[in-house]
C-alpha cells in the first residue's frame, strides 16, 4: 500500500517569511495529492490539491508543487500570517480506486509575530 | 450543496460505559463514509470506511465499531469504553468514483474518564 512521509514535525517562521512542507510518498500509481489544514480544536479542511498531470498549482499565497519521478510533493506557503498557524496534512492515493486516501503525519506551523 | 453533520461535539464518558457517534450527509447521495480518531497532538487514524449501506471495512481491530444502517447515515458505536479510546472522531465522505477528496465534519471531543 501507499506510504507518505511528511516533513518537518514542526516548523517554526517570522511572520512574512515563507514556510515550506515536504512529503514523499511510495505508490508511483499514487495520482491524487490533497493537503489539509488543522486548527487548533477543528476539523481538518482541504487548502489545495494536485493532480498528478500538473507540476504546479497556486492559490494566493499557498503553492503545490509535484515532482512524479521523485515522488514527492510540497506545500508552500509565502507571506505568512499568524492565522496562517495549524496542523498541515499531506495525503496521497490513486484517485479512483477502492483505497483510501493515506495522510501523512502532519507538520505544526507556528507563525511568529 | 453538500453538507456533514456529526454529533454530540464533546462529551465524557465512564470507563466501561458505551458510546454512540453518529453522522449524516445531505446532498448527495451513496457517499463514501469515513471515521476517523485523532489521538492528542497526533494524525489521522482511519479507523472504518463504508461504500454503501451495510458494508463496512475495519482497518484497526478494537472495541470499536460501525453501521451504516442508511445510505447518508454513519454511526461508530463501542460496548465498553477504554480510557485510551479518549480522541477527537472525525466523520467524513467522499463522492464515490471521483477524486477521492475527503470532507470532515466538525468532528467530536470524546473524553473517557
Known amino acids: 500500500g501507499e506510504n507518505v512521509e511528511q516533513h518537518p514535525s514542526t516548523l517554526s517562521v517570522q511572520e512574512g517569511d515563507s514556510a515550506v512542507i515536504k512529503c514523499t510518498y511510495s505508490d508511483s500509481a499514487s495520482n491524487y495529492f490533497p493537503w489539509y489544514k488543522q486548527e487548533l480544536g477543528k476539523r481538518p479542511q482541504l487548502i489545495i490539491d494536485?493532480?498528478?498531470?500538473?507540476g504546479e498549482k497556486k492559490d494566493q499565497r499557498i503553492a503545490v508543487t509535484l515532482n512524479k519521478t521523485a515522488k514527492h510533493f510540497s506545500l508552500h506557503i509565502t507571506e505568512t500570517q499568524p492565522e496562517d498557524s495549524a496542523v498541515y496534512f499531506c495525503a496521497a492515493i490513486y484517485s479512483g480506486s477502492a483505497r483510501q486516501l493515506t495522510f501523512g503525519s502532519g507538520t505544526q506551523l507556528t507563525v511568529l509575530p | 450543496s453538500q453538507t456533514i453533520h456529526q454529533w454530540p461535539a464533546t462529551l465524557v464518558q465512564p470507563v466501561g460505559s458505551p458510546l454512540s457517534l453518529e453522522c449524516t450527509v445531505e446532498g448527495t447521495s451513496n457517499p463514501n463514509l469515513y471515521w476517523y480518531r485523532q489521538a492528542a497532538g497526533r494524525g489521522l487514524q482511519l479507523l472504518f470506511y463504508?461504500?454503501?449501506?451495510?458494508?463496512i471495512s475495519s482497518e484497526v481491530p478494537q472495541n470499536l465499531s460501525a453501521s451504516r444502517p442508511q445510505d447518508r447515515q454513519f454511526i461508530l458505536s463501542s460496548k465498553k469504553l477504554l480510557l485510551s479510546d479518549s480522541g477527537f472522531y472525525l466523520c467524513?465522505?467522499?463522492?464515490?468514483?471521483?477524486?477521492?477528496?475527503?470532507?470532515f465534519g466538525e468532528g467530536s471531543w470524546l473524553t473517557v474518564v
Open positions: 463504508s461504500v454503501g449501506i451495510g458494508q
Open positions: 467524513a465522505w467522499s463522492v464515490p468514483g471521483g477524486p477521492n477528496t475527503i470532507y
Open positions: 494536485i493532480r498528478s498531470n500538473v
